[in-house]
């Protein structure tokens, strides 16, 4: 069987297209991201895969999860994935919708780890540092993982910046050992 991604792609590319000609990807990707939530969500998941839930009442279920989120284009893009069986694809959907509307703009997701939690000022004041070094606009997506004792890593695409307590002892444990 084919990847999920494999199969939303087409749909992914389309409501992209769509969303572009309408001059307003920012918009289109709020209700795009808001999707794949709600799709993403325990109960609607194991809805979207009970195949006693017909068609129509998955379609009610995300029309009235959303409420007035989602406009009429994507209500109708909702139906139409419910006609094909492709709901629980959105996540999926979603996130190359993003891939897409970031690589229009110019820009890429830079995945900061840090070992404590970043207020929104410390990411703002560390983005355009971070665009310097690595030569592009980017997006961040702050997570927090204390394995890393202190410090950050930054990963764009297949870039990675390791400035963390963690990542600075396993380069003296491999210096030792070599």
Known sequence: MAESVTIARPYAEALFRTAKESGNLAKWSEQVSLLGQVAANPDVSSAIGDPNVAAPQLVDLFRSACG?????????????????DRLGLLPEIAGLYETY???????????????????????????????????????AAVSVDPTLIGGIKVIVGDQMLDASVRGKLDAMATALNN
């Open 101 to 139: 509307k970031r690589a229009e703009e110019g820009t890429k997701q830079a995945d900061i780890v840090s070992a404590f939690p970043i207020d929104d000022n410390q990411v703002k004041a560390l983005i355009p540092q971070l665009e310097a070094v690595f030569k592009t606009k980017l997006e």
């Open 68 to 84: 007035t989120a989602v406009d009429a284009e994507l209500s109708n893009f909702i139906q139409l994935l419910s006609n094909n």
